[in-house]
Nanobody
Framework: EVQLVESGGGLVQAGGSLRVSCATS????????IGWFRQAPGKERLAVSCIHSGRGSIIYSESVKGRFTISSDNAKNTVYLQMNSLNPEDTADYYCAASAFGCYPDRFLYDYWGQGTQVTVSS
């Protein structure tokens, strides 16, 4: 059974940091890209960052470049998203997802999704 489980969300003040995690199981970690998406209330789900350990690729959206860092621990089949210099516009539910296609921003290319973790940044 494929599983992606996010954790680490919470409430933080503007300028602060959080690290969210995505623990995966049930598929070959090296064969899939793991992407982070976020969805603010009333808005569409947008790509934030992605990593493909097997291909050595990493991408970031322009809105988080320089503030967020994605990494993976292949021994634990887990992907992390370190979020620094957070601002209220980063408030959203954060989801991780797995794609056999690779790191693309199109959410419809992702086969498996986690349940999400909420991140709230107060001003």
């Amino acid at each position: 059974e494929v599983q992606l489980v996010e954790s680490g969300g919470g409430l933080v003040q503007a300028g602060g940091s959080l690290r969210v995690s995505c623990a995966t199981s049930g598929f070959s970690f090296d064969d899939y890209a793991i992407g982070w998406f976020r969805q603010a209330p009333g808005k569409e789900r947008l790509a934030v960052s992605c990593i493909h350990s097997g291909r050595g690729s990493i991408i970031y959206s322009e809105s988080v470049k320089g503030r967020f860092t994605i990494s993976s621990d292949n021994a634990k089949n887990t992907v992390y998203l370190q979020m620094n210099s957070l601002n209220p516009e980063d408030t959203a539910d954060y989801y991780c997802a797995a794609s056999a296609f690779g790191c693309y921003p199109d959410r419809f290319l992702y086969d498996y999704w986690g349940q999400g973790t909420q991140v709230t940044v107060s001003s």
